[in-house]
């Protein structure tokens, strides 16, 4: 590429014929040779007259510049003119590196990143010079990636930030040092370890370009419970000016369906680089907080999960007469002591706790229960409660669990206790055994100064082994837990207070009943708290802050859960049994300096100077200059006025055609719709979701012009309560939890279009569809709006159908969710396979409808840079299931218009016996 200041030429040799115009200036000026003179007698007669309609003999000097400036236009058009060509300053020689930060720092100007690599690459495919792209957190194992620029251009649709902040350990461990490789680094504008050592290596091998947002990052540190209130903080990267956020806290309510349940205001001050606030919320709404997101911005380190650490759980104490005067006895002391700082406590009749729908109920020596709470207490830990006992004298002097197991206890108890410290018994008080690695309370230490001087002793039962927990240096069991329905019955053989042992004078005791769900503490915990758990990914956070499902990955062991979000521990929710602990971008206490870049490296940040080629302007000039120049022609000739009356006459006719219908109004997109194959969704009153099912639909229809003889019009958005739904042969129907059902008309009008061969894609989007109406939001509120719909009876889809034959050859589904079951028309009773066919002579016809919830829309959509719109998976197998799902999308459409033409091939044999072939 030649430049000239900011402007340089793709093809600048095209510019020699500008050489060429005086040739051109002389050519249209030059007068017509002189004619031969000769004398004609004649001619006498004609002296004298007055020749009123005179013609120049040259071409008038303005419509001459006319023309040349137009031919000027076309030369420079075609030489392929581009502005800001080299914006980086970067060399037009010798390879290029290209280094890009993708951290969750990234994610919110991530588009203008991609836009400068792109225009960064365009420049260097011009120069011929070979690229290659690596990001922080994927660095190649060894060598320069070196590809052609196109090739790379063509992977940058699929190119994210993580939702961590990659170090440069592994870039340190791999930076080529190659002499003459240009690098240009996209910074995310944090300061990370190794960048100065990173930035010395990159020097080393050329020149270095760095790119930097001038804009502070914000980041959301995890919220905290507090004295009473939620405390969220917010941390900026730089000073800067007053700036105010709003946070979102967002659950589900009480019909399930997620929603902003609160909201915070956070302001910077002017040069403050943190900005706290306290939210106080009821705990019935705090305990459904499941994130915290700053509006209006895309990443993860703008969202903060909540967890158990959030969550009072509310907890029924029930004991014993206290002794008058002794509180230290009273076997709920220490109870209240431990638990009153992390839970709701509530205390009564037994009857009045189970209505209040307690999360545990603690019996502290209560040794037998009326009949009637004994039956309701049962029922409870059946439907998912945990009764936690305690021993105590009561206990161990009653006829409870003597001979037969009783329902409320976990094993059967000897009758008396066992005083192994006392002033009448041999031996010594017992230290705690190590907790085995299936007890819940495996990897806590055991303090020496446990010891346990008296407790209620189990009758041996085979058992008895697999249900104790937790148990005494002799072997003797301490804690025993049996399940009971969808909960548990735990009974610890010690008393809750201080008589029979020291437990609960210790932290052991706070960390046990941690272990058992009952107590929720107000912080992180401690690495050596979660040593001997395995958790398990439920949810993670993508680049942008997005939530999506866990894919299949192995067991997080508890002590990394308390270290910070890397790629070996995303940031997401982890679960083990009913625990939660979230993982976010920031960790608590965490902070965020700018980049600090040695003198001579000068950020820049010139996405907005992007190169932008500037041919299609010169030609459109040089194309209006011709328009001009035959109007100047047309005058000078006298024919102008001839040829403004024809242009008239033929805007007459449309005009024409309009008043011929004058009072009818027609939609021009109904036209259009009428006369061509159109795609349409049915609008959910959801702006978002109504955009995201118009973009998945454009992207089908493009490649629907690409791959096949079918051109869709632009796609439409229908009104099931007015549109007229019989021009669209398929009607996409995203579900979301709160759009409203559509009136009876509307209702009579969708199932008239399914009666007369019309189409309902129905995709709840939530990639956990059960049957035909999941237990999701989007599944139940599928159900309630197809109840009114004349539905025929449906199926799985199987792999004889013609939906998997169409086009292409499909045995899945897939949109940006795969493996759920996709459901249609169910096949007729008689349906058989033909002797020689691979498939049943299957419905005749299009099916009425399609169900399923794997987000085909979403797989589909493209943004208006015709790059994938969300993302679908991970890597390359990501976008081998976006491309199954555009085969999905082709062999619908292909379904819609020509039925079932393929299964047609059942009739074959009979056909040719026929016609004695």
Known sequence: MWALG??????????????????????????????????????????????RNQQSDRTPWWLLLLRMLAVAGLIIGLAGPVLNPDRAGLPRSGPLLVFIDNGWAAAPDWAARIEAVDAALAEAAQDGRPVAVVLASDVPGEGLPLRPAGEWRARLAGLEPVAWAPGYGAAMAWAPDL??????????????????????????????????????????????????????????????????????????????IERTLARAELTLAPGALRAETALTLPPELRNRLTRFEVEGMRSAGSVALADDSLRRRRVALVGGADREGLELLSPLHYLRQALEPTAE???????????????????????????????????WVAQGGLLLRFAGPRLAASDVGRGIEDILLPVRLRAGGRNVGGAMSWGSPRALAPFSDQSPFHGLAVPDDVLVSAQVLAEPGPDLGERTIAALADGTPLVTRKALGEGAVVLVHVSANAEWSTLPLSGLFVQMLERLAVSTRPTRPE??????????????????????????????????LAGLAGPDLPPGLYAEADRRIAVNALGAGAQLAPANWPAGVVPVWDVARAAQPLGHLFLLAALLLLLVDILAALRLSGRLGGAVAALALIGLIPLSEARAQEGEAVDPAQLAAAAEVTLAHILTGDADLDALARAGLDGLAAELTRRSSVEPAPTISVNVEADDLSLFPLLYWPISATQPLPSPAAYGRLNRYLAGGGLILFDTRDGNLSGTGGSTPAGQRLRALAAPLDVPPLEPIPLDHVLTRTFYLLGDFPGRYAGQP????????????????????????????????????????????????LPVGRGGAGERQREMAYRFGVNLVMHVLTGNYKSDQVHVPALLERLGQ
């Open 822 to 869: 996709v459901w249609a028309e169910a096949a007729p009773p008689d349906a058989e396979q033909a002797e020689g066919m691979p498939f049943r002579n299957l419905n005749d016809g299009v099916t009425p409808v399609i169900i399923g919830g794997n987000d085909w829309a979403g797989a589909w959509a493209l943004d208006a840079g015709g790059r994938p719109l």
């Open 6 to 51: 900011p402007i340089g030429f793709a093809t600048p040799w095209l510019l020699l014929a500008l050489a060429g115009l005086p040739v051109l200036w002389w050519l249209l000026r030059a007068v017509p040779p002189a004619p031969i003179r000769r004398r004609f007698p004649g001619v006498v007669l004609l002296l004298g007259l007055e020749d």
């Open 345 to 379: 406590l509530i205390e009564g009749a037994l009857n009045d706790l189970i209505q209040a729908s307690p999360d545990v109920v603690i019996l502290a020596d209560v040794a037998t229960l009326a009949e009637p709470d004994q039956r309701a207490l049962a029922e």
């Open 179 to 256: 002499p003459g490789t240009e690098v240009l680094w996209l910074s995310d504008g944090l300061d990370h370890e190794g960048r100065a050592t990173l930035l010395a290596m990159y020097q080393r091998a050329g020149d270095v370009t760095v790119a930097e947002p001038p804009a502070p990052r914000l980041g959301l540190l995890p919220p905290r419970f507090e004295d009473g209130a939620v405390k969220l903080e917010l941390l900026r990267s730089a000073e800067g000016g007053e700036r105010t956020v709003q946070v979102a806290a967002i659950g589900p309510d009480p019909n399930g």
């Open 527 to 560: 690495a050596e708290t979660l040593a001997g758990t395995t958790w398990q990914a439920e949810q993670l956070l993508d680049g942008f802050g997005m939530l999506v499902k866990a894919e299949a990955m192995a067991g997080v062991e508890g002590e990394r």
